[in-house]
């Protein structure tokens, strides 16, 4: 059903990080602006010299009208750019 939506354009991915810290600080941000949200949840491999391991990709998908106060809950938190990545 999620996918009939994305077709349909209601919601955009608008950021990703990968530090869990950050995306409990970004969830409250939207939460405290009323931005509704949808968190997806990757596990990316991660091969180094013979050695496994995986990271976890949080990507927040929001409804596309709320994209301006979305951007202004983020950048409200002041967030270091190495540990964001703006997708829009």
Request: overall charge positive; proline content about 0%.
């Amino acid at each position: 059903m999620s996918e009939k939506k994305q077709q349909q354009g209601r919601e955009i991915a608008f950021v990703e990080t990968y530090n869990e810290d950050v995306k409990k600080t970004i969830e409250r941000a939207f939460l405290r602006r009323g931005v509704s949200y949808l968190i997806k949840v990757d596990k990316v491999a991660k091969i180094k010299q013979g050695l496994f391991g995986s990271k976890i990709k949080y990507t927040f998908q929001i409804n596309r009208y709320q994209q301006e106060e979305a951007k202004a809950a983020v950048e409200e938190k002041n967030l270091d750019e190495n540990t964001i990545r703006f997708l829009t």
